[in-house]
């Protein structure tokens, strides 16, 4: 299979910016538009996009710069038409099943923007087909499923960039990640992630599959069950309402989780807390009856709509996951706290900056020395489209991802078994806790396994 590769007037555009950009103002508050940098006009890169609801659109719309999108499959013909008209003017290839992009030569990029447990399928066999990948959060559906993605991306070296866009927010998420590397808030001792409670529904009756949505393929290699749909039509247990289902997702704790744990995460390996969790315990309440994990009813959401979480580290660090309190992140230090969320950035060490600015690199040093364009989801898709091209490990890789997603599928398990676990993060397992430990891994439905070539 021929790949897209880089040629040598792209490696010296992208090595000259970056070395430019190793300079960027610690004040930096973007938007910052060097993207006739990364990709030129008679440079397009095309894509393939797989899973065309609102965050697949968003993306394509974030990444229009320096993408064509040249083919685009969906299990929903309405979603389908729709997104070829708006990002390709009806030009692109369309197609029901997603294996279609990933056999043509003259795509080496694919966005993956489907439901959480569609995720590791295409992934995997994208990465199989020689394509680099920008896939949305959360990247997995278990741990297991992390597994085997990282195996795989270790043994193609694909690049793979996961939507965690926060990593490229650069006035806020980022140089709050400077101000910790900086050492301003010395020893952190604790960490807080603030995501808020997924909704609840009323039983939610089974309803006629829509006819231009195939039910059976969008459930995938979950199991096979009715459709359903509120009388007023804004609850299903598909589309967007399926992170409220177990089934599909790990509601709000992968999630949001997914974005607010990534950064509490992030700030304690660059604060040298390189080991991993050893426990995590703590409370949830959820609007169906569990038992051994699982959910008694069937036809209602059930993920958790209130919950607190301690995860506790080598050294007595800690990490909080809590649903109240105001979205966002506390990171604490022996120094000074501060709170970071995407709407602001303060603290007394914040304030302090006046004072005395963090070093002009402090920023470009958290980013890994990488291009800094734009800010925000556009920063997140030029980072990944430099990679591409560069060859280069992404902010948002798949190996930091996981380790901070592991802790969002633990703190799921120990929610629906209301007990604490004790985790081996060396070889990722629970220990002494056999009906924990299968929780790790889900079957695939008959047809949907993982086609590994």
């Known amino acids: 299979m021929t790949k897209l590769r880089p040629t040598r007037r792209d490696f010296l555009r992208v090595s000259s910016t970056a070395a430019a950009l190793t300079a960027i103002p610690a004040g930096f508050s973007g938007p910052r538009c060097l993207a006739q940098e990364i990709v030129s006009k008679n440079d397009r890169i095309p894509i393939g996009l797989i899973g065309a609801g609102g965050m697949g659109m968003g993306n394509m719309n974030s990444a229009k710069s320096w993408v064509d999108v040249v083919a685009i499959a969906d299990v929903d013909s309405g979603r389908l038409a729709r997104a070829n008209q708006q990002l390709s003017q009806g030009k692109a290839d369309v197609y029901e099943d997603y294996r279609k992009v990933l056999e043509r030569d003259d795509i080496a990029v694919v966005h993956i923007a489907t439901p959480d447990h569609w995720h590791t399928k295409p992934v995997i066999e994208a990465m199989l087909a020689g394509k680099d990948i920008y896939c949305e959060k959360p990247l997995t559906l278990t741990i297991d499923e992390g597994k085997l993605i990282r195996r795989v991306q270790r043994e193609t070296g694909r690049i793979v960039q996961v939507g965690t866009q926060q990593r490229s927010t650069f006035n806020l998420f980022t140089k709050a990640m400077a101000i910790v590397q900086e050492g301003r808030l010395g020893k952190i001792h604790r960490v807080q992630a603030a995501i808020g409670g997924a909704p609840t529904s009323n039983a939610i009756p089974v309803a006629e599959v829509p006819g231009d949505l195939n039910w059976e393929r969008w459930l995938g290699p979950a199991p096979l069950v009715d459709f359903r749909r509120s009388e007023d039509g804004k609850q299903t247990n598909g589309h967007y309402e399926f992170r409220w289902w177990y089934e599909y997702s790990g509601g709000k704790l992968t999630d949001w989780g997914a974005h607010h744990v990534d950064i509490c995460q992030w700030a304690l390996k660059l604060n040298g807390q390189t080991e991993g969790p050893v426990s995590i315990e703590g409370e949830a309440t959820h609007p169906v009856e569990f038992i051994d994990g699982m959910p008694v009813a ?156």
């Open 298 to 453: 069937n036809d209602r959401y059930n993920t958790a709509t209130r919950f607190q979480f301690k995860v506790s580290y080598p050294g007595g660090t800690e990490m909080i996951i809590r649903n109240d309190t105001d979205n966002g992140v506390l990171i604490e230090g022996e120094l000074g706290r501060i709170f970071v969320s995407r709407g602001k950035l303060s603290g007394a060490p914040v304030e302090a900056l006046a004072e005395k600015p963090l070093a002009e690199d402090a920023i470009s040093k958290v980013y890994k020395g990488l291009p800094m364009t734009d800010n925000e989801r556009r920063a997140h898709w030029a980072n990944f489209l430099h990679c591409h091209q560069a060859q280069q490990e992404p902010i948002s890789d798949v190996h930091s991802h996981m380790e901070m997603l592991n802790i969002c599928h633990l703190a799921g398990i120990s929610g629906r078994l209301g007990r604490k676990l004790n985790w081996d993060a060396k070889s990722e397992q629970i220990v002494g806790d056999d009906v924990a430990n299968a929780m790790l891994a889900r079957p695939y439905r008959s047809g949907y396994e993982i086609e590994m070539g």
